[in-house]
């Protein structure tokens, strides 16, 4: 089975765009970094793209060219705009930015304006929720209102459809597909870890985080598709959704800091 990588990002790290917040600076990636990780997909001849290209051409029945490697940017940051919009346009990439609601026109968060140039440069633009709070935390009702807010805010920005979504922290459950279906989203840009089938469309996609202590070895190695050199990390992640399972995500979130959003 060939496969395709989908990467996740979160915020891109400057003086300009700092991680102010202490828990974000682990999934922070530098500016230095990310313009090397780009240099290095253009140089071995893959392209960026965007989520919603990949499930476009699975969706249709085409396998993805081997070349194509899906990348993805959660939160909203204002970073997105700064520094990942330039650095991908220069090499003709595209990327999918799940957005926040709550952090539209905020301080460290994209603005509206940011928005709308992002989505006429050919971005794809998803939701990441209203407030990110964990969806398996919520009533049904706060739930579905989480969706659809932040559906209907970025579709007034954007003027589009936005039907692709990521879950705040990784966290939902088959309510939270249920729900999504009925809301006409098409996909789900998830944080289980590891590959996806290049040939067979899906609902609910993986992906593979880039942090800030990602080298240029591991970049290489995520990209390449093989999911034999990275047992320690599907072993890892295995092993922190048990514990997640065990604790509930409520009391896990709290254990590591992270609250409710």
């Known amino acids: 089975m060939s496969r395709f990588a989908a990467l996740m990002y979160h915020r891109i790290h400057s003086a300009e765009t700092p991680a102010e917040v202490s828990r974000e600076r682990p999934w922070a990636v530098t500016l230095d970094d990310f313009e090397r990780q780009m240099d290095r997909l253009a140089a071995s001849g893959r392209v960026g793209v965007s989520m919603a290209q990949a499930h476009a051409e699975l969706s249709a029945g085409r396998t993805l060219p081997g070349t194509w490697v899906v990348l993805t940017f959660d939160d909203g940051n204002d970073s997105d705009h700064r520094h990942a919009l330039p650095v991908l346009a220069r090499h003709g990439f595209k990327a999918t930015f799940f957005v926040c609601g709550y952090r539209i026109d905020a301080h460290g968060g994209l603005s509206r304006a940011a928005l709308k140039e992002m989505h006429h440069a050919g971005m794809h ?3 990441h929720a209203m407030t990110h709070r964990f969806l398996t935390t919520l009533s049904p009702r706060d739930e ?3 969706l659809v807010r932040s559906k209907q805010l970025l579709e007034e920005i954007v003027s589009a459809p936005v039907d692709h979504f990521a879950p705040p922290g990784g966290r939902w ?3 939270t597909a249920d729900t999504l279906r009925r809301l006409s989203y098409r996909a789900v840009s998830t944080s289980k870890f590891g590959y996806n089938d290049s040939s067979q469309a899906a609902f609910a996609y993986r992906r593979i985080p880039v942090i800030a202590t990602t080298s240029p070895q591991r970049f290489d190695t995520i990209v390449a598709g093989a999911p034999w050199r990275l047992w320690p990390s ?7 959704g048990a514990i ?3 604790l509930g995500d409520a009391t896990y979130a709290r254990l590591r ?3 409710d959003a």
């Open 125 to 127: 633009i998803g939701s």
């Open 144 to 146: 579905e209102d989480e």
């Open 173 to 175: 459950s088959q309510r």
């Open 234 to 240: 599907y072993a890892r992640a295995g092993t922190i």
């Open 244 to 246: 997640r399972r065990v």
């Open 257 to 259: 800091g992270y609250g």
